[in-house]
């Protein structure tokens, strides 16, 4: 859980396997774009820059983040090493916001259950944009480099079990 006070792109980068060999698959939801397309970018750098090649990353977008479930299972069929699923909920005035976070999360949980392919939740389900705005690329780094490295690491325990 990053706490006020940690910068989610900050790793220890001599931990993380070399990932030329693997290939990884990102959905990205359209809804709060703004968002997400930061925090794709957070995720596709970090990927490029521990030696993924352009040609094996894969993305698909969906409408919004209830959707990342489908397009996730989707992606486990490409034969990709690990997926990045990539969404924003913001909290609004209604319950909204309570089904999907919980629909969003059961559902990725679901797919790292049942398939081998590992899904990895980069879903920011903020009170406020401004949250939104810190955690993808604001003053708490982007939680979209956290998910790559998250990714890499998935993709690496997979391949070695």
Not at 66 to 83: F, P, R, W
Not at 91 to 110: L, M, N, P, R, Y
Not at 111 to 135: M, S
Request: glycine share 8%; with cysteine.
């Amino acid at each position: 859980m990053a706490t006020a006070n940690k910068n989610l792109s900050d790793y220890d980068k001599t931990t993380i396997p070399n990932a030329k060999h693997f290939r990884f698959g990102i959905v990205v939801s359209e809804w709060n774009d703004s968002i997400t397309e930061s925090l794709y970018q957070g995720a596709f750098e970090t990927l490029l820059a521990h030696g993924v090649l352009e040609k094996n990353i894969v993305r698909w977008d969906v409408p919004g983040s209830y959707e990342l479930i489908y397009g996730s299972k989707k992606m486990q069929e490409q034969m990709v090493s690990a997926v990045i699923a990539i969404g924003s909920v913001i909290q609004g005035e209604t319950k909204h916001f309570d089904f999907v976070c919980e629909a969003v999360s059961q559902g990725i949980k679901d797919l790292n259950v049942l398939h081998e392919t590992p899904v990895i939740f980069c879903v920011l389900t903020d009170d406020t944009l401004q949250q939104a705005i810190d955690r993808s690329g604001g003053k708490h780094g982007n939680k979209g480099t956290e998910a790559a490295v998250a990714a890499i690491k998935m993709a690496a325990l997979r391949q070695n079990s």
